[in-house]
């Protein structure tokens, strides 16, 4: 079903080509593009690709060519980035608000600094941001946030539904906040949408290609824009379209519908047929006011970042698939460094809290930079007493779904562990020792963790209920221990020690 992005022709079967065809002279056709993008965390380019700069340029070009243009973003993008780490992601919306979205919807990242900021950062945006399925607690509508949108595009009714990922309070921070069911409040006001008379039935979505694959199937929507999963795709399976939208606006696939009305008896009849135009970024010009703005923002970066604290003596790696997977020797150092900054007996940082997904190679001169771009989110290091028996429950959790890449997958330092991914989730763990002794159930243990997981998240709950030693203003930032621990320990030598153990063959 999943098709990389091809000719118009090649997406379409004779049956359609003719249902068109036996629309006649008479009725209108429209060509309505759709333009999405999500996962937009650095401003910068990588490799010459990707950045808001040429973000800009492409949404900027796509209104130019058509005046029936609708520019969708799918979530994500206040964190986690090196300059969020110092202003909450207002650069994200300073970017934006040069070429506003038409709708914007949340994603989980939105909340990495609480609701608070986010509705601050709606109130700045200069475009509206809508979730028809996150409310406050008591289920009344959250301010600032708005729900179906319908434009009038070319004498179209275009239904546009926005909807955030559900597991957005087990990932980031959102409070008081309710999520509901993703996939079901989609559906239902996808269909609720083309009951009131809607034409075309847009689907702007931050959830996994699981639920993405829900929302495919259950033909609620012609066309879906996915954010979330950090990759690129489209498909079409001759009802409904689909682009996965991949991350920093790396490639970008307009979606360009042509869509024919004419009445019949009285009846409003629709019929489109879709084109995907893939766009690799690598091949635009930026946009120069957004380029000004990037180049401001990175001046102000280097006078403070570009400041060397220490060399590593061995390789480190902080690859995304590793720090979800298994022990990696940037998950070492940064255990190391809160457990040693504090104190404790034990310390575990989440995986996906570890962000640069790169190596550095022995020899390497480490910089203020290179610790805040492994941990951008500003969490504290905080110091709890927990009996063993919740440290077990804690480390069960950290692997529950190791197989999905999950970003709970724990970095420990001071203790050491095996787990069996073919195992039940909760029946994962053994081999547990605490400096190089058994853990026991019921001794209490310090142990070092962030703020984030202290809190639940990442699915941490067993984290909780302990007596606080250090907490928020009277801890460290994660990074600053880092950083600390780097410049007292140089030249640092991390290696592979065994502390996560696999077993079962994976």
Do not use: C
């Amino acid at each position: 079903m999943t098709f990389q992005a091809r000719s118009m022709a090649a997406l379409l079967g004779g049956a359609t080509f003719a249902a068109l065809g036996a629309l006649g002279a008479s009725a209108e056709t429209v060509k309505l593009t759709l333009l999405g993008v999500g996962d937009v965390y650095n401003y910068e380019e990588e490799d010459g690709r990707g950045g808001f700069a040429r973000l800009n340029a492409v949404a900027k070009a796509e209104r130019a060519a058509n005046p029936n243009t609708l520019y969708l973003f799918d979530g994500d993008m206040l964190s986690p980035s090196l300059m969020s780490g110092f202003d909450k992601g207002q650069n994200t919306i300073d970017f934006t608000n040069l070429v506003p979205f038409d709708l914007a919807v949340p994603g989980n990242h939105e909340y990495d600094f609480g609701p608070e900021n986010f509705a601050e950062k709606m109130k700045a945006s200069k475009y509206p941001w809508a979730a028809i399925n996150i409310t406050n607690e008591d289920g009344s509508p959250v301010e600032g946030l708005g729900g179906v949108m319908v434009k009038e595009v070319g004498g179209l009714k275009v239904a546009l539904i926005p909807v955030a990922q559900d597991t957005s309070p087990e990932v980031s921070s959102t409070g008081s906040l309710k999520f509901l069911p993703t996939v079901d409040s989609a559906v239902a006001a996808a269909g609720k949408a083309r009951e009131d008379g809607a034409d075309i039935v847009v689907g702007v979505v931050q959830t996994n290609m699981e639920n993405d694959r829900a929302l495919i199937k259950s033909h609620a929507f012609d066309v879906i824009l996915s954010g979330d999963d950090h990759s690129y795709a489209t498909a079409y399976d001759g009802v409904t379209a689909y682009v996965e939208t991949s991350i920093d606006g790396q490639f970008l696939t307009p979606v360009d519908l042509y869509v024919t009305v004419e009445e019949k008896d009285g009846k409003r009849e629709v019929e489109w047929y879709p084109g995907f135009r893939f766009i690799d970024t690598a091949s635009v010009t930026p946009d120069p006011e957004s380029v000004a703005l990037a180049e401001k923002f990175t001046a102000q970066l280097d006078e403070t970042l570009n400041v060397e604290i220490g060399v590593t003596e061995t390789p480190l790696d902080s690859r995304r698939n590793v720090v979800r997977a298994e022990e990696a020797t940037m998950g070492n150092l940064i255990a190391d460094a809160m457990r040693v900054q504090t104190g404790a007996d034990i310390a575990i940082m989440n995986g996906g809290g570890i962000r640069a997904d790169r190596t550095y190679d022995a020899g390497t001169k480490l910089t203020r930079r290179d610790i805040l771009k492994e941990l951008p989110f500003g969490n504290v290091t905080v110091v709890t007493e927990l009996p063993g028996s919740q440290v077990l429950l804690a480390l069960e959790n950290g692997v529950s779904q190791v197989e999905k890449g999950a970003g709970r997958f724990p970095q420990v330092s001071g203790l050491t562990f095996a787990f069996d991914a073919s195992a039940e989730p909760g029946s994962r763990v053994s081999e547990v020792m605490v400096a190089g002794a058994p853990l026991e159930a019921d001794k209490v243990y310090k142990v070092a963790v962030n703020d984030y997981i202290l809190g639940g998240g990442d699915g941490y709950a067993a984290l909780g209920g302990g007596r606080i030693i250090t907490d928020g203003p009277t801890g460290s930032l994660v990074a600053n221990d880092v950083m600390a621990y780097v410049a007292d320990h140089a030249p640092i030598k991390m290696e592979i020690e065994g502390r996560i153990k696999k077993l079962g063959g994976n």
